[in-house]
Nanobody, 119 residues
Framework: QVRLVESGGGLVQAGGSLRLSCEASGTVFSINNMNWYRRAPGKQRELVAGITTGGSTTYADSVKGRFIISRDNAKNTVYLQMNSLKPEDTAVYYC?????????????WGQGTQVTVSS
């Protein structure tokens, strides 16, 4: 079973930066596309950024130019560098992934990591 452990969240002032990490186990990490999601209070889960096995990246319009997703296959870890943070970035952040051939996300989710941006 895949296990995902997110870390790196915290409280930061608007304009600040944070780097989130998500370590995966129980899967061959390198063959999975990986995504970061977030869920703000009272809102649905939102796809924030994605990175393919080949390193191609995509971003939600709301974070484009501010967030950078990357991966280290040797460490089974995907990262999210968040810069120029805004109060509206406040949410619990989660990662998940899928094999390109199936498109199906891992069944299990991690506990997430809380990001709070103060104005």
């Amino acid at each position: 079973q895949v296990r995902l452990v997110e870390s790196g969240g915290g409280l930061v002032q608007a304009g600040g930066s944070l780097r989130l990490s998500c370590e995966a186990s129980g899967t061959v990490f390198s063959i999975n596309n990986m995504n970061w999601y977030r869920r703000a209070p009272g809102k649905q889960r939102e796809l924030v950024a994605g990175i393919t096995t080949g390193g191609s990246t995509t971003y939600a319009d709301s974070v484009k130019g501010r967030f950078i997703i990357s991966r280290d296959n040797a460490k089974n870890t995907v990262y999210l560098q968040m810069n120029s943070l805004k109060p509206e970035d406040t949410a619990v952040y989660y990662c998940n992934g899928y094999r390109p051939v199936t498109g199906r996300l891992f069944d299990s989710w991690g506990q997430g990591t809380q990001v709070t941006v103060s104005s």
